[in-house]
């Protein structure tokens, strides 16, 4: 089944820098890759999502990276604020032999602080 | 437009009780699951279902039944509560189609003493 590794585990920056977050998947048949912010104490809230037939997708200061060769995906985000402090959980999914939706099989999380 | 439900918000179960977490969705979505979260361990998948009447288990099923007689309906059971089954519950739907976005409850926090 799919595995999917997210690093690294806590970041923290200042507010203003960059922030990265890596995950690596090993099923080749994932085609689809959700990120989901969770703040403490809520649900966890998609905020950005890319597809096998895309390389990189915007969203104002966010943007996620899909490298389908090495199988890894990124989310960037840029000039970071306090509101972005959180925990950030990447996903995979896949198309089931049939046609049906494959489950989402997230990473173990990333718990970003911002520094003001 | 409620989304996606979930009751009860917070339970406490003494060990070998038996319960059921409810989730409903009003969005006529197909695809329902069920996740638990514990710390450090992400978001683990337990049983889903890809329509009424069908269900399969995810990565974590043991100690869990679930049942889908309506689109809307996907309740969680434990049968006999254990202190290792003390986590955060979510319940996500989605639409049964490929890259199709899954949009999650607001959880159930379960201790079990």
Redesign the interface.
């Known amino acids: 089944g799919e595995n999917v590794e997210q690093h690294p585990s806590t970041l923290s920056v200042q507010e203003g820098d960059s922030a990265v977050i890596k995950c690596t998947y090993s099923d080749s048949a994932s085609n689809y890759f959700p990120w989901y912010k969770q703040e403490l104490g809520k649900r966890p809230q998609l905020i950005i999502d890319i597809r096998s037939n895309v390389g990189e997708k915007k969203d104002q200061r966010i943007a996620v990276t899909l490298n389908k060769t090495a199988k890894h995906f990124s989310l960037h985000i840029t000039e970071t604020q306090p509101e972005d402090s959180a925990v950030y959980f990447c996903a995979a999914s896949y198309m089931n032999y049939g046609g049906s939706q494959g489950n989402l099989i997230f990473g173990k999380g990333t718990k970003l602080s911002v520094k003001p | 437009n409620a989304g996606v439900t979930q009751t009860p918000k917070f339970q406490v179960l003494k060990t070998g009780q038996s319960m059921t977490l409810q989730c409903a969705q009003d969005m006529n979505h197909e ?1 329902m ?1 069920w ?1 638990r979260q514990d710390p ?6 337990i049983h ?1 279902s ?1 329509g009424a009447g069908i269900t399969d288990q ?2 974590v099923p043991n100690g869990y039944n679930v049942s889908r007689s309506t689109t809307e309906d996907f309740p969680l059971r434990l049968l006999s509560a254990a202190p290792s089954q003390t986590s955060v519950y ?1 319940c ?1 739907s ?14 159930t926090r379960l201790t079990v003493v």
């Open positions: 695809y699951s996740y450090g361990m992400g978001l683990r998948l889903y890809v995810g990565e979510f996500a989605s639409q049964r189609q490929q890259g199709a976005r899954a949009f999650f409850g607001q959880g």
